[in-house]
């Protein structure tokens, strides 16, 4: 059953109520009590609503790093991080369960350990340092394991600083999500390599 609702009967039961409160409480009362159907301008609202919804979605996604697509991809997504020296560019490299080994007598386990460790030296000496990859190789242990070496090497104010360059290991997985790093380790590099 319809009952005939005015504007001016509602404005006058909500006198002491703000107008976007009474807006909303008018929208209410003609939509539940009165059992009044929305608007075109009520729809509009809605359709609004749910356009900026999706538009914030999308801004979202698009802001959101996007998993390593390729065992490739993980070397320099890995490269991004580390130059981009926040240590949020880390968080999804690695699995849950990863194993890091920076030098020959650490081991750490667990991403949120490893990215820790991260962010520890991106707060010291690493803050100033820039590193690019060459000589990537990629072996196929099975279609979703892959172990990549590289060089690091290692830059500092644009100038290259031999004394820190590495050759890295790293085994990566590939998940549902794309390439994530199981392991990894600094090596120190055979001189002339």
Known sequence: M???VSNLDLDQANKSISLTTRQSQRHQLSWRIFNVRPTHMHMSHSISKLIGAAFLSLLFAATTPAQSLTPEAVVDDFVKAWNSHDVKAFDWLFTADAVWVPVAEARIVGDADVIKGFEEIHTTWAKQ????????????VRPDVVVILFHAKFMEDGKEVPVLDRAMIIVAVKQADGWRIAAGQLTKQHEGA
């Open 2 to 4: 319809r009952f005939p």
């Open 129 to 140: 340092t820039a590193i690019a990859a060459r000589d990537i190789k990629v072996q196929s």
